[in-house]
């Protein structure tokens, strides 16, 4: 029974006097996030009104890119409301997109929360200049590898996001489903704007020709890594901490590529039209508010911190690394660490959809075809021309730009350029010898599957399992 329905049923069972106020959210966050916000957001509640509080998490379906699609789609059909009050979690770009398109409610922090918050972080805002959404924690994005799978196999810690399209990683890296998860989405908006258009093109290529598949959950990718079924992933910072305090650090290690990354607001806003505004008003205040903050950062136990559940995440209020230094459970104070990259998050909105279907029509749709044409590109010594053609994109970084503008409001428009798209990629690619492919298939499920296995005892062997 998910929490939704559970509220629900108990609401019809013991009436109004069981839950006086609610909040309805929509929320890409896990349920260890979720159910720890949830406890500690009542309690405070309780305690600040006399009244208790109902947080219903509403499934739409799916993570951020899905959750971003089902806000604007209700919202074309109900522009004035949709019945929820809270967006929370998935980063920045889906906030500067929903605040461009004037679904997000405006509404300032108190002053006693306001100013302890930062405003910038490496030239990123963490708030809203007009208010409209602010960052509740920050995340980084990087790569999680298998320190004994790479070390097995002669593999080397990746110190770029183009070490990934290294010929020899075939079937050794994994991704989640941009168009399924916000934080994998990230990673390759990341690339493009660390590389520029045709370059970046190249390296999203490569990699997701040795990407071994693509799951739907950006969760997923650091979970093989843990297991060993592959050698590295794509994985924003959380959940490749979260396999690095389940495994144990001996096996299980994080990168962030050099000037190539960014620590990037996750993002929290009310939505236009919210039922319950007063509620969604005082959760965001909590949110943001040290003992909201307290949260993300603490270890397990501490006191304010996490109760079932340590979270791992960065706190957005600066003083907290120095005072709560002893008991934080991420040592790396983000605002300290520097890179060179500029972040255009305006850009990044923009072409936010577009993105999403130009890597799964090249790249995950087209995948069997794309692997096909990475191993008959490097029979006769791999060049630079061979990697240039393998990843020639039919439209400029422009012209993704001006799709973005009307994308999802013209689904005639984008039907018509998906099918273009899935054409070209057919005949750039080519299509693969079904035997061979067959063969090709089953060696690389097998030979991976032996290291997983081979980890996993590891692993088992080492706890005391």
């Known amino acids: 029974m998910t929490r939704a329905i559970l509220t629900f049923v108990l609401a019809c069972c013991f009436g109004p006097a069981s839950a006086l106020d609610r909040v309805v959210l929509v929320s890409p966050h896990s349920d260890e996030i979720q159910n720890e916000f949830q406890a500690a957001f009542a309690s405070h509640y309780e305690a600040q009104t006399g009244r208790t509080v109902t947080l219903e998490w509403l499934d739409v379906g799916g993570g951020t890119s899905s959750i971003l699609r089902y806000i604007k789609g209700e919202f074309a059909r109900q522009p004035e409301g949709i019945q929820i009050d809270l967006f929370f979690g998935g980063g920045l770009d889906p906030y500067t997109e929903l605040a461009d398109a004037g679904i997000l409610q405006p509404f300032r922090l108190p002053d006693r929360v306001l100013n302890r ?33 790479i070390e097995t196999l002669g593999f080397r810690i990746p110190k770029s996001w183009e070490e990934l399209g290294d010929p020899r990683y075939a079937t050794w890296v994994g991704s989640g489903d941009p168009r399924f998860s916000g934080s994998v989405h990230m990673a390759y908006e990341l690339i493009l704007q660390a590389y520029g258009w045709e370059r970046g093109w190249e390296v999203i290529t490569t990699m997701g020709a040795n990407v071994r598949n693509f799951s739907s959950s950006g969760s997923q990718a650091p979970k093989d890594v843990a297991v ?46 919210a039922p319950n505004l007063a509620v969604a008003r005082a959760f965001v205040t909590f949110v943001m508010s040290e003992a909201g903050q307290k949260l993300w950062f603490l270890k397990k136990g501490a006191e304010g911190g996490p109760v079932q559940r340590q979270l791992n995440r960065f706190t957005v209020v600066p003083e907290l690394y120095e005072t709560h230094r002893q008991y934080a459970a991420v040592t790396l104070n983000p605002f300290k660490w520097r890179s060179d990259l500029v972040y255009d998050s305006a850009r990044a909105s923009a072409r936010w959809s577009v993105l999403n279907d130009m890597i799964g029509a090249f790249v995950i749709d087209s995948h069997d075809r794309l692997r096909h044409a990475w191993k008959e590109a490097q029979k006769d010594g791999l060049t630079k021309e061979e990697i240039r053609q393998l990843s020639f994109m039919p439209l400029s970084e422009r012209a993704a730009l001006e799709l973005g503008a009307v994308w999802r409001n013209d689904q005639g428009l984008r039907v018509r350029k998906l099918g273009e798209w899935t054409e070209f990629a057919r005949e750039k690619y080519g299509e693969p010898d079904d035997t061979l492919a067959t063969i090709f298939d089953w060696l690389t499920f097998a030979f991976p599957a032996g290291i997983a296995l081979g980890t996993v005892w590891m692993l088992r062997k080492t706890r005391g399992a």
């Open 228 to 273: 060993g079924e592959v050698a590295f992933g794509l994985a924003i910072d959380f959940y490749a901490w979260a396999q690095v305090a389940e495994v144990g650090e001996q096996f299980v290690g994080f990168t962030m590529p050099d000037n190539m990354t960014i620590v990037n607001p996750d993002g929290l806003g009310i939505l236009k039209g």
């Open 117 to 149: 918050v930062a405003p910038t972080i490496g030239g990123i805002p963490v708030y809203d200049p007009e208010y409209r959404w602010y960052g509740a924690t920050l995340a980084g994005f990087g790569i999680v590898y298998n320190k004994r799978v």
